[in-house]
């Protein structure tokens, strides 16, 4: 609009700005309060009587289909996958014919066909998975929308069939996996995304470590938007004036070089002015929508003398490393943690619950698979093929299984709402990244009146502090990125606590030293 006025006008470069600035306002002002007023029929008349009408969800269709290509960032839980099916149903029957594409990560490609099916039955659906042979002939079945991972994106067999169907709609669902610039799997979605009318990229945290997320999926809308990455840089972000060092103490002093890294990024405003119009977002505030109140809990455990040793020889270790171990020294902790939960299990809190046990190694949850034998739990992690892991994800609300076991292989998704109890045995990095282990429970279609979040934090046996304090602290202090750069009053600059080899030598050794606290996140 703001291009089309100045050609009509011929107004100045700087009332231009003005300009574009008013209608970005203008265009987020709409996106927060958008309502559906039109012919809900062109909508619904495509869904089965599995679907239940929410007027926010058909905004969002709407939204959508008038932006053409759009970055669906509603939150965890709120039905982004209706609403981009909304998008390509509407697409096959107004334009007759074609087809459209799915590529999502490999353990959500039977939910979407499950989906899909339920929602409109009468739409043909083709899942892409199996051998070379077995997806070639995959591609040359007529369906009306197929069902695709991100690796075949890497593949120069699978994407030389994709691109022959010339889709209508794609659809990157969990669009993390397109979030750095520099991976084949984003060129080859930027390469895509130019040859097709619509695309819908589905993220609830799309920026999750910085800017650069976001950057990264406004190139398959339009390159203009921010230009090219060093003018991004130059612009958005505040770099180290100079690399720093680490000195080795155990190898004679010599001191190990690290690369600048962003100090802050600034223009907070002028970010969210260039990205108003491209991305549709509200929270479960926003909507009217009814969810389970969340409640966090700390678990606070006792580590045994085996634990309690090898962390302390284990945090020796670090401390002495260029690099230090840090799944070693937090895998330690799982045996005592998975001895606590094995007795909740039996008579305590957790008895006769459907809960899911959250870790980021495969480490500790095959060790709590091990404690927790007798109650036979379902394991989820990188190393179980897609075949097996659908078909656990499928079974798990209808099995007496009452114990899913995961990995962040696990953690994006995934509906998994028939239990209402998550369990970290050890916390991830990010606030994004607990949002969406969260999110596999608190979702539409949770039944219970609350959902349980229990994380469990290490103890010494005399009290002193582990690690796992320093984590839980840094988890509900680290704010959301993504939440400030679109709050309006927010200021222009936002620093990054990016946490170096060197800070977290510096916080174990303060933990170990009992000078920590908990205001004393970051040093």
Same mark, same amino acid.
């Given at each position: 609009?703001?291009?089309?006025?100045?050609? #009509? $006008?011929?107004?100045?470069?700087?009332?231009?700005?003005?300009?574009?600035?008013?209608?970005?306002?203008?265009?987020?002002?709409?996106?927060?309060?958008?309502?559906?007023?039109?012919?809900?029929?062109?909508?619904?008349?495509?869904?089965?009587?599995?679907?239940?009408? =929410?007027?926010?969800?058909?905004? @969002?269709?709407?939204?959508?289909?008038?932006?053409?290509?759009?970055?669906?960032? #509603?939150?965890? @839980?709120?039905?982004?996958?209706?609403?981009?099916? @909304?998008?390509?149903?509407?697409?096959?029957?107004?334009? %007759?014919?074609?087809?459209?594409?799915?590529?999502? $990560?490999?353990? $959500?490609?039977?939910?979407?066909?499950?989906?899909?099916? *339920?929602?409109? /039955?009468?739409?043909?659906?083709?899942?892409?998975?199996?051998?070379?042979?077995?997806?070639?002939?995959?591609?040359?079945?007529?369906?009306?929308?197929?069902?695709?991972?991100?690796?075949?994106?890497?593949?120069?067999?699978?994407?030389?069939?994709?691109?022959?169907?010339?889709?209508?709609?794609?659809?990157?669902?969990?669009?993390?996996?397109? @979030?750095?610039?520099?991976?084949?799997?984003?060129?080859?979605?930027?390469?895509?995304?130019? !040859?097709?009318?619509?695309?819908?990229?589905?993220?609830?945290?799309?920026?999750?470590?910085?800017?650069?997320?976001?950057?990264?999926?406004?190139?398959?809308?339009?390159?203009?938007?921010?230009?090219?990455?060093?003018?991004?840089?130059? *612009?958005?972000?505040?770099?180290?004036?100079?690399?720093?060092?680490?000195?080795?103490?155990? !190898?004679?002093?010599?001191?190990?070089?690290?690369? /600048?890294?962003?100090?802050?990024?600034?223009?907070? !405003?002028?970010?969210?002015?260039?990205?108003?119009?491209?991305?549709?977002?509200?929270?479960?505030?926003?909507?009217?929508?009814?969810?389970?109140?969340?409640?966090?809990?700390?678990?606070?455990?006792?580590?045994?003398?085996?634990?309690?040793?090898?962390?302390?020889?284990?945090?020796?270790?670090?401390?002495?490393?260029?690099?230090?171990?840090?799944?070693?020294? =937090?895998?330690?902790? $799982?045996?005592? %943690?998975?001895?606590?939960?094995?007795?909740?299990?039996?008579?305590?809190?957790?008895?006769?619950?459907?809960?899911?046990?959250?870790?980021?190694?495969?480490?500790?949850?095959?060790?709590?698979?091990?404690?927790? %034998?007798?109650?036979? /739990?379902?394991?989820?992690?990188? =190393?179980?093929?897609?075949?097996?892991?659908?078909?656990?994800?499928?079974?798990?609300?209808?099995?007496?299984?009452?114990?899913?076991?995961?990995?962040?292989?696990?953690?994006?998704?995934?509906?998994?709402?028939?239990?209402?109890?998550?369990?970290?045995?050890?916390?991830?990095?990010?606030?994004?990244?607990? *949002?969406?282990?969260?999110?596999?429970?608190?979702?539409?279609?949770?039944?219970?009146?609350?959902? *349980?979040?229990?994380?469990?934090?290490?103890?010494?046996?005399?009290?002193?502090?582990?690690?796992?304090?320093?984590?839980?602290?840094?988890?509900?202090?680290?704010?959301?990125?993504?939440?400030?750069?679109?709050?309006?009053?927010?200021?222009?600059?936002?620093?990054?606590?990016?946490?170096?080899?060197?800070?977290?030598?510096?916080?174990?050794?303060?933990?170990?030293?009992?000078?920590?606290?908990?205001?004393?996140?970051?040093?």
């Amino acid at each position: 609009y703001a291009v089309r006025e100045r050609i #009509d $006008t011929k107004l100045s470069d700087r009332d231009m700005v003005e300009l574009i600035k008013d209608h970005c306002l203008q265009a987020k002002k709409n996106i927060k309060s958008i309502q559906y007023v039109g012919d809900k029929d062109v909508w619904l008349y495509h869904f089965s009587d599995e679907y239940i009408e =929410r007027e926010y969800q058909l905004a @969002g269709m709407q939204r959508c289909w008038d932006l053409r290509k759009v970055v669906l960032a #509603d939150d965890v @839980g709120i039905g982004k996958t209706p609403q981009s099916l @909304g998008v390509a149903v509407r697409a096959l029957y107004e334009n %007759k014919g074609g087809s459209c594409i799915v590529v999502t $990560t490999a353990s $959500t490609k039977g939910q979407w066909v499950d989906e899909i099916n *339920r929602f409109t /039955p009468q739409i043909k659906t083709q899942l892409i998975d199996g051998n070379v042979n077995q997806r070639m002939n995959q591609w040359t079945q007529q369906a009306d929308i197929y069902v695709c991972s991100y690796e075949h994106l890497q593949r120069d067999n699978d994407y030389a069939m994709l691109k022959q169907i010339h889709p209508l709609v794609v659809i990157f669902d969990e669009a993390y996996r397109i @979030g750095k610039t520099t991976s084949k799997t984003h060129k080859r979605a930027v390469e895509l995304a130019k !040859q097709v009318d619509r695309v819908l990229m589905l993220h609830a945290t799309p920026i999750e470590r910085g800017l650069e997320n976001l950057y990264a999926l406004m190139k398959l809308i339009d390159n203009r938007i921010f230009g090219s990455y060093d003018q991004f840089q130059s *612009r958005f972000m505040r770099m180290q004036e100079k690399p720093f060092y680490i000195k080795n103490a155990e !190898q004679d002093g010599k001191y190990v070089k690290w690369f /600048p890294k962003v100090e802050a990024y600034i223009n907070i !405003q002028d970010f969210r002015f260039r990205i108003a119009g491209h991305v549709l977002r509200r929270t479960v505030n926003d909507v009217d929508l009814q969810l389970p109140d969340i409640i966090a809990i700390p678990v606070y455990c006792t580590l045994n003398s085996k634990d309690e040793k090898e962390y302390k020889q284990q945090t020796k270790e670090a401390l002495s490393a260029i690099m230090p171990n840090i799944a070693g020294l =937090r895998c330690c902790l $799982t045996k005592s %943690k998975a001895d606590d939960l094995r007795a909740r299990l039996l008579d305590g809190d957790l008895k006769d619950e459907k809960v899911i046990v959250f870790s980021q190694y495969a480490r500790a949850i095959y060790e709590t698979e091990q404690v927790l %034998k007798s109650f036979n /739990p379902m394991v989820i992690t990188g =190393r179980v093929d897609n075949k097996k892991r659908r078909q656990l994800i499928r079974n798990f609300g209808k099995s007496k299984r009452n114990i899913l076991l995961m990995t962040e292989a696990g953690s994006r998704g995934l509906n998994l709402q028939t239990a209402n109890i998550v369990i970290n045995l050890d916390l991830p990095w990010t606030h994004a990244q607990l *949002r969406q282990r969260i999110g596999r429970v608190y979702r539409i279609g949770q039944k219970a009146s609350k959902v *349980r979040v229990l994380n469990y934090v290490a103890v010494k046996k005399r009290g002193g502090k582990t690690v796992d304090h320093w984590l839980l602290s840094l988890v509900s202090s680290r704010r959301d990125l993504f939440a400030m750069v679109l709050k309006d009053d927010y200021q222009d600059e936002i620093g990054v606590d990016d946490i170096t080899p060197l800070k977290f030598k510096d916080v174990l050794r303060a933990v170990e030293a009992g000078t920590w606290n908990e205001e004393q996140v970051l040093v």
